[in-house]
């Protein structure tokens, strides 16, 4: 399994993009795929029914691709809820999971898409309540099959310390594994904080995925470093630029 460096896979995303190929949509639809086949497995989730999924939300688009995969398993039956813990969401993927019949946690930033000051985003997240973000967070990890971690993806550089209120979110779904009441935790692109080419992490703050599924190519911070150990098990969605890739040498052959 070979494993590729965040810049080489913008560089093999980039000309698909600018021809207008729908490589977001695309990694939505594998995404969307492998969740609901985990939904299904009974080795996953021994209950009945279609299954409920908790979308943890950032701001950029590890988020979108976690939202328009939830609009996917909501219109398929699934019960998806979204909760945003960035300065501001994606908009089109919001619209669409709201559209299929997802329904928001709660409202902590505001707008959809609409970018915030700091000041505000500290305002908006008094607004989770006495309670606050971890609270909040694990009333509703405890109530979902299995949890999207859609927080941050390739576009952050290096490893990355999550900030308030993901921070506390992921704290909270932590606490739940330690305390085995977790549910499956299946991370977008990457596991949130780690550093997509060495697979360092800024500190103990990164959710444990027991799969990762990764679009396009595999990330070699899933390979190596702490990121290997958080990153679960690899499920690689195919979204056209696997001939571009060929051409470049991987950071990491396994």
């Given at each position: 399994?070979?494993?590729?460096?965040?810049?080489?896979?913008?560089?093999?995303?980039?000309?698909?993009?600018?021809?207008?190929?729908?490589?977001?949509?695309?990694?939505?639809?594998?995404?969307?795929?492998?969740?609901?086949?985990?939904?299904?497995?009974?080795?996953?989730?021994?209950?009945?029914?279609?299954?409920?999924?908790?979308?943890?939300?950032?701001?950029?688009?590890?988020?979108?691709?976690?939202?328009?995969?939830?609009?996917?398993?909501?219109?398929?039956?699934?019960?998806?809820?979204?909760?945003?813990?960035?300065?501001?969401?994606?908009?089109?993927?919001?619209?669409?999971?709201?559209?299929?019949?997802?329904?928001?946690?709660?409202?902590?930033?505001?707008?959809?898409?609409?970018?915030?000051?700091?000041?505000?985003?500290?305002?908006?997240?008094?607004?989770?309540?006495?309670?606050?973000?971890?609270?909040?967070?694990?009333?509703?990890?405890?109530?979902?099959?299995?949890?999207?971690?859609?927080?941050?993806?390739?576009?952050?550089?290096?490893?990355?310390?999550?900030?308030?209120?993901?921070?506390?979110?992921v704290a909270a779904v932590r606490q739940l594994a330690r305390d085995q009441r977790a549910p499956f935790?299946?991370?977008?692109?990457?596991?949130?904080?780690?550093?997509?080419?060495?697979?360092?992490?800024?500190?103990?703050?990164?959710?444990?995925?027991?799969?990762?599924?990764?679009?396009?190519?595999?990330?070699?911070?899933?390979?190596?470093?702490?990121?290997?150990?958080?990153?679960?098990?690899?499920?690689?969605?195919?979204?056209?630029?696997?001939?571009?890739?060929?051409?470049?040498?991987?950071?990491?052959?396994?």
């Amino acid at each position: 399994m070979n494993g590729y460096g965040g810049d080489q896979i913008r560089a093999a995303e980039r000309p698909h993009l600018d021809a207008g190929e729908p490589l977001m949509q695309r990694a939505a639809d594998g995404l969307a795929r492998i969740v609901g086949d985990l939904l299904d497995d009974p080795a996953v989730r021994p209950g009945d029914g279609p299954g409920s999924v908790l979308l943890l939300v950032g701001s950029g688009d590890n988020g979108g691709d976690a939202l328009f995969a939830g609009a996917r398993l909501a219109a398929d039956g699934r019960r998806v809820t979204v909760l945003r813990v960035g300065s501001r969401v994606h908009a089109a993927g919001l619209a669409a999971a709201l559209d299929a019949g997802a329904r928001l946690v709660d409202d902590p930033s505001g707008a959809p898409g609409q970018a915030r000051p700091a000041a505000d985003v500290l305002a908006a997240v008094a607004r989770w309540g006495d309670r606050g973000p971890a609270a909040v967070a694990t009333d509703a990890a405890l109530d979902a099959d299995l949890v999207l971690d859609g927080i941050l993806g390739i576009g952050v550089r290096g490893a990355a310390a999550l900030r308030s209120p993901a921070r506390e979110v992921v704290a909270a779904v932590r606490q739940l594994a330690r305390d085995q009441r977790a549910p499956f935790v299946v991370a977008v692109d990457v596991p949130s904080g780690i550093d997509v080419d060495t697979g360092a992490i800024a500190d103990d703050h990164v959710l444990q995925a027991d799969v990762t599924v990764t679009f396009g190519g595999v990330k070699a911070g899933l390979l190596r470093g702490p990121g290997a150990t958080l990153a679960g098990r690899i499920e690689l969605v195919d979204v056209g630029i696997g001939a571009d890739l060929q051409a470049v040498e991987p950071l990491v052959r396994t």
